[in-house]
């Protein structure tokens, strides 16, 4: 089948693309939590929190409502792409622009605010870190909505690469956290100019150009704003709680929670790949009126990813402590009851990771943004009770049920666009959760036997073992699935 050959190419792709970002990430986890310490570690991540908010607001949803239109008007009118792309760009540059010149000036008014004068240094860097930052996050869209997603795995390769090369690198040579930052901006400068002369050369002045179509900036404006109350409520959910650890608990807190945030997005990256990879499918089917193929669509790429993440979420509970203390040290051994906890947290990211922007595509962002400021409001009230009372711990619990309600929220919606399956869902997500509790017995038992690098390898994998068997004889992987994504 064509089709479903195309999205796989696609998705192993993006999938290789995931996978070194996830690898590259990993190794920086491990070696800069080693070489700076809790201390350091937490210091560069709350500044990247801050960049986080500041680099949001130089984009806004200009980049994602762009990218909808273009893969609309790849289907209908293709002389309408470069007024978008161009367009798109110059409101692109004005967000940065008032958004750098603000950082800098409150650089140090922020760095009081979290009674940290360490601070100060990272957040003047931090401007072009999120000049550059943002110029990525641009190119990549705009690929993702022509479908091209082998040029913007491509390119998320090149910056990851860069990244480990250069942060890791400077810190190396003695440079410390704020080496690291250095090292990461000119990853992002390197990466960010050479995916806009790609995207010019290859795309923007090889496109028909027709007149104007009359209303399309002001569409592509309209669509703009849902998209930017649902970015602006994402961004208070995942970022308010590393602020507030920084408030409350300080660098060390923002140690722990940060690298539990990372182990989970370390182990997302295959849904966070089909995401991306299938979003721009689901507009694409609809203008071709093909609503069920898009149904049956999300619906396999649903349940194949809880097929992996709920397995992945029990196991994580279990091997949470050993794995914290073998990979990184006893230092961080405070990390693990929040990973438990955010070991849930994967198994939901999973499912917004899959929903949330194809209802974006689906022309359902201003009921995604009601539902993430809601979801906002309640993960913030959570920390402000939790972290107080329970500390870092309170992050994560809150994280995870906001999280779960968005994610449940998000799946009603896009059943109110596409007619799925409900109680087929419902069968092939209790016979998963009934393989994970099958697994679970022997990881259980041989986690107490975990002390190093060796023995954490030899559980995992025998966990995956059992997993792939039991995945095998209920049917839910074969061999041509397998072969389908080699």
């Keep these: 089948m064509p089709f479903i050959s195309n999205i796989a190419d696609r998705f192993r792709a993006e999938f290789v693309a995931r996978i070194v970002t996830a690898l590259s990430g990993g190794l920086l986890v491990v070696a800069l939590g080693r070489l700076l310490g809790p201390d350091g570690y937490g210091l560069l991540y709350l500044a990247i929190s801050v960049f986080g908010i500041a680099d949001f607001f130089s984009r806004l949803g200009i980049t994602k409502s762009a990218a909808k239109y273009i893969a609309e008007y790849k289907e209908t009118d293709t002389s309408q792409i470069r007024h978008i792309i161009r367009f798109s760009f110059i409101l692109n540059g004005i967000s940065i622009t008032i958004t750098s010149v603000l950082l800098y000036f409150m650089s140090e008014i922020i760095a009081e605010f979290f009674s940290e004068p360490e601070l100060a240094p990272f957040l003047l860097l931090g401007v072009l870190y999120v000049v550059f930052g943002n110029l990525v996050n641009y190119v990549r869209r705009i690929l993702q909505g022509f479908e091209s997603i082998k040029s913007s795995a491509i390119l998320q390769i090149h910056k990851s690469i860069t990244r480990v090369a250069f942060g890791l690198g400077l810190v190396l040579f003695g440079y410390g956290a704020l080496g690291a930052l250095i090292g990461y901006t000119l990853s992002f400068s390197l990466v960010a100019l050479g995916g806009l002369f790609y995207l010019y050369a290859k795309y923007y002045r090889n496109l028909p150009v027709g007149r104007q179509e009359k209303g399309l900036r002001r569409r592509i404006i309209k669509y703009t704003l849902p998209l930017t109350v649902t970015g602006s409520a994402n961004l208070l959910q995942n970022r308010i709680d590393t602020l507030l650890v920084g408030f409350f608990v300080g660098p060390i807190g923002v140690a722990y929670y940060t690298i539990s945030e990372q182990v989970v997005q370390f182990i997302e990256t295959p849904m966070s790949a089909l ?80 929903t949330s922007n194809g209802l974006d595509y689906l022309g359902r962002a201003k009921d995604r943004a009601i539902l993430t400021v809601i979801v906002s409001i309640v993960n913030i009230t959570l920390n402000l009770i939790l972290i107080p009372t329970v500390g870092v711990v309170g992050a994560a619990v809150a994280t995870v049920i906001a999280t779960g309600i968005y994610a449940l929220g998000c799946m009603y919606f896009i059943s109110t666009e596409l007619q799925l399956r409900t109680l087929w869902l419902t069968r092939y997500i209790s016979v998963i959760i009934l393989i994970s509790l099958i697994m679970s017995g022997p990881v259980y038992i041989l986690a107490d036997y975990i002390t190093g690098f060796v023995s954490l390898f030899f559980v995992v994998i025998t966990g995956g073992v059992i997993w792939f068997v039991l995945s095998m004889i209920t049917g839910f992987i074969t061999m041509e699935k397998v072969k389908l994504l080699l």
């Design 275 to 354: 995401g991306f990879t299938i979003s721009p499918t689901y507009e694409v089917l609809v203008q071709k009126g093909d609503r069920n193929r898009a149904a049956r669509l999300y619906e396999n790429a649903l349940t194949h990813g809880l097929l992996l993440y709920i397995p992945a979420t029990f196991g994580l509970i279990i091997i949470a402590e050993p794995m914290i203390d073998v990979i990184l040290n006893t230092d961080y051994s405070g990390a693990s009851p929040v990973l438990q906890v955010m070991a849930i947290w994967a198994t939901f990211q999973s499912v917004s990771k899959i």
